[in-house]
């Protein structure tokens, strides 16, 4: 029987640093029995509530948490589930495919599957996770344990006040649809050896995807055991396998001492990646593209961009950085903002919300979706000198709600709005989220 086990993250945590340790002292080192560690009770029950904290929407079977819980019930969910895998009969559903809008026009695919589907690969990533940790560059911040975008942002800031001024904003060109199978494989199988693991990867690599139309019908446009190549954004699994290919780059790059040779600072964030130059870029861009050919991956060279960062700005990770001169001093320091497509996304999503369509929704509803929408923007980009920015958001946020409640409140003049939703009303009577205007140094030595 499957038990409940209120110590099932720390026991799982325990586990993960005796894998970590092991595969540190050991570089070198297999592992070939990993398979059973999958399906532990509190590996399983780990799993389970990490899928369900970040929600995402059901897969195409249309199972949700809440029809699991409703119906057999979480233990008996899990403990079918545990059968299935001891008993090796456990099979991957088809993928979900839907396109989510980018700010450009574009749309970026995402691949969605069953909860079942997602349990298993987070019990397989918290599993194999602490291995490659364990051999993982420090120049990899993407989709890492205890680290983050603004980690990035302080190597990035480091380089560049080191004088590594001159940029390489480099864009892999589809890089999640062209990474190769096989060499994949042969990178995990270079630390794991367990067959089993080893075919559940493969199953979700070659796992079917399908996209559903507006009449319902069904159509499958990728995977299948002929498929040779990619991973579908969206799995628990396809961030950690990302990481574990581009690494080759990184320790190919670490082992040539290119930071020291060329001086040629290299700082990636999942395929996205920069390098900051302080003696020209020619000769590290010669190399990254060398060292991607062998990968067999491709830049995408419209969208990959030389730039001085005295001169003008370069994005990264929804971020504007650029070396500006401090008036007093006359010194260049790394100034950093969210740049100017982050400032229209997050402006486009707070009109959306206040919009005159949105009058006969509760306005308590409306302000909670603003504060989420709010709260995550201005908490990723209190970063340098983000407040100036966040400032400008609050006061948007604040006339755009401000302007629904005139609309809605049937206020014509605009001056008397002021007045009757006063900035106390939208926040001490509304509970309207108030973003720190603060600078981030202030908060950071605080």
């Known amino acids: 029987m499957l038990k409940t086990s209120y110590s099932s993250k720390e026991r799982v945590s325990a586990l993960q640093r005796k894998l970590y340790q092991k595969a540190k002292q050991q570089p070198e ?3 070939y029995a990993l398979y059973d560690k999958i399906y532990r009770n509190d590996v399983l029950q780990r799993a389970y509530d990490l899928v369900k904290q970040n929600k995402g929407s059901p897969g195409l079977d249309g199972i949700t948490f809440g029809i699991i819980e409703q119906g057999k019930g979480k233990q008996i969910y899990l403990l079918e589930l545990q059968e ?7 099979q991957a559903s088809p993928i979900k495919r839907v396109d989510i809008p980018k700010g450009n026009g574009e749309t970026r695919p995402l691949g969605i599957p069953c909860i079942e589907d997602r349990i298993v690969q987070m019990a397989v990533k918290l599993i194999i996770e602490p291995i490659f940790e364990a051999g993982f560059s420090d120049s990899s911040y993407g989709f890492r344990p205890k680290r983050s975008a603004h980690q990035a942002m302080d190597a990035i800031t480091d380089a560049l006040q080191k004088g590594h001024t001159q ?18 494989m042969k990178t995990v199988a270079a630390r794991i050896v367990d067959k089993r693991i080893l075919a559940l990867l493969n199953q979700w690599l070659k796992a079917i995807v ?4 507006k009449d319902g019908k069904r159509t499958v446009i990728a995977g ?11 799995g628990v699994i396809s961030p950690l396998l990302a990481n574990i290919y581009l690494n080759i780059l990184d320790r190919i790059w670490d082992k040539h001492r290119l930071a020291q040779k060329y001086k040629a600072k290299l700082v990636r964030y999942a395929d996205d990646l920069v390098i900051l130059c302080a003696n020209g870029t020619d000769t590290s861009l010669t190399f990254l593209k060398k060292i991607l050919n062998k990968l067999e991956l ?28 401090n008036a007093r001093s006359g010194r260049h320091f790394p100034l950093i903002e969210p740049s100017p497509k982050s400032m229209k996304a997050i402006k486009q999503e707070i009109k959306l919300y206040t919009r005159r369509k949105m009058n006969p929704v509760p306005i308590n509803d409306i302000v909670k979706n603003l504060n989420a929408t709010v709260r995550g923007w201005s908490n990723y980009f209190h970063y340098g000198y ?14 755009s709600l401000r302007s629904h409640l005139r609309y809605r409140h049937k206020v014509k003049n605009r001056g008397a709005s002021y007045h009757r939703f006063s900035r106390k009303y939208l926040y001490d009577f509304l ?9 981030f140094w202030k908060v950071r030595n605080a």
């Open 167 to 184: 940029v390489i904003d480099a864009d892999l060109s589809k890089y999640f649809d062209t990474i190769a199978h096989e060499n994949l």
């Open 386 to 399: 983000g407040h100036r920015r966040i400032k400008q958001v609050k006061y948007y946020m604040e006339e």
């Open 29 to 31: 080192f297999r592992f």
């Open 210 to 213: 399908i996209k559903v139309d």
């Open 224 to 234: 299948g055991k002929k498929s040779y190549k990619g991973t579908p954004q969206g």
């Open 298 to 325: 491709k830049l995408n060279e419209d969208k990959t961009e030389i730039k001085d960062s005295r001169v003008e700005g370069f994005n990264f990770l929804g971020f504007q950085i650029s070396m500006v001169k």
């Open 431 to 439: 509970g309207l989220y108030k973003p720190s205007v603060m600078p």
């Open 84 to 90: 299935k895998l001891k008993a090796n009969t456990y």
